[in-house]
C-alpha cells in the first residue's frame, strides 16, 4: 500500500493568502465602525477567506492510500473506492494562463456512492493515475476526449479507449 500527502510546500502560498486575506477583512471590519454596508462587506470577505484557509488545512491533514484493491482518503471527507467499482474517472487540466503554461490537473473517481477526488500537486499523483487508467480499462468505462488527451500529457496512452 502506498500513502500520499499533499506536502506543506505546495499549499503555504493558499495558507498565506487565507491569512493575508483574514487579516485585512478583520482590520476592514474593525474600521466599519458599525455601518452596515462595511459590516456587509469585510464580514462576507472574513467568511469567505476563514472558509478558504479552512479547506487548505484539511487538504493539508488528508491522506490518500492507494493499493491494488483501490484507493481512499482520511479526513472530512474521507471516501473509500474499490478499483473494480469505478464507474467513472475524469482527468481534466486548469490552466493558470492563457497560453496553457501553467496549470494543474485534477483526476476524479466516481463509482457506487464514493467520490474520490485527487489533484496534480499531491505526491504521488501520476502513480495514482496510472491506477485509475488501468481500472478505467479493465472496467470498459468510456473516456472524454479531453480526459483522453490529459492522460496522455501524463504518458499514459489511452487512445485505444472509445471516447464520449
Same mark, same amino acid.
Given at each position: 500500500?502506498?500513502?500520499?500527502?499533499?506536502?506543506?510546500?505546495?499549499?503555504?502560498?493558499?495558507?498565506?493568502?487565507?491569512?493575508?486575506?483574514?487579516?485585512?477583512?478583520?482590520?476592514?471590519?474593525?474600521?466599519?465602525?458599525?455601518?452596515?454596508?462595511?459590516?456587509?462587506?469585510?464580514?462576507?470577505?472574513?467568511?469567505?477567506?476563514?472558509?478558504?484557509?479552512?479547506?487548505?488545512?484539511?487538504?493539508?491533514?488528508?491522506?490518500?492510500?492507494?493499493?491494488?484493491?483501490? @484507493?481512499?482518503?482520511?479526513? #472530512? =471527507?474521507? $471516501?473509500?473506492?474499490?478499483?473494480?467499482?469505478?464507474?467513472?474517472?475524469?482527468? &481534466?487540466? /486548469?490552466?493558470?494562463?492563457?497560453?496553457?503554461?501553467?496549470?494543474?490537473?485534477?483526476?476524479?473517481?466516481?463509482?457506487?456512492?464514493?467520490?474520490?477526488?485527487?489533484?496534480?500537486?499531491?505526491?504521488?499523483?501520476?502513480? @495514482?493515475?496510472?491506477?485509475? #487508467? =488501468?481500472? $478505467?480499462?479493465?472496467?470498459?468505462?468510456?473516456?472524454?476526449?479531453?480526459?483522453? &488527451?490529459? /492522460?496522455?500529457?501524463?504518458?499514459?496512452?489511452?487512445?485505444?479507449?472509445?471516447?464520449?
Amino acid at each position: 500500500m502506498s500513502t500520499f500527502r499533499y506536502p506543506i510546500s505546495v499549499v503555504r502560498g493558499d495558507l498565506t493568502r487565507a491569512a493575508l486575506g483574514l487579516v485585512i477583512a478583520g482590520i476592514g471590519l474593525a474600521m466599519a465602525g458599525g455601518h452596515p454596508a462595511g459590516a456587509i462587506i469585510f464580514g462576507g470577505l472574513f467568511v469567505f477567506f476563514a472558509i478558504f484557509g479552512f479547506r487548505v488545512l484539511q487538504r493539508v491533514k488528508t491522506t490518500i492510500a492507494v493499493d491494488e484493491e483501490g @484507493i481512499s482518503t482520511s479526513g #472530512a =471527507r474521507g $471516501a473509500n473506492l474499490r478499483w473494480k467499482d469505478v464507474e467513472e474517472v475524469r482527468l &481534466s487540466y /486548469f490552466s493558470t494562463r492563457r497560453d496553457q503554461a501553467g496549470g494543474w490537473m485534477q483526476l476524479v473517481l466516481k463509482g457506487g456512492a464514493g467520490q474520490v477526488c485527487v489533484e496534480s500537486t499531491l505526491e504521488g499523483f501520476d502513480e @495514482i493515475a496510472q491506477q485509475a #487508467a =488501468r481500472a $478505467a480499462r479493465q472496467n470498459g468505462i468510456v473516456l472524454t476526449p479531453a480526459t483522453i &488527451s490529459n /492522460f496522455s500529457e501524463l504518458g499514459i496512452d489511452m487512445s485505444e479507449d472509445q471516447a464520449r
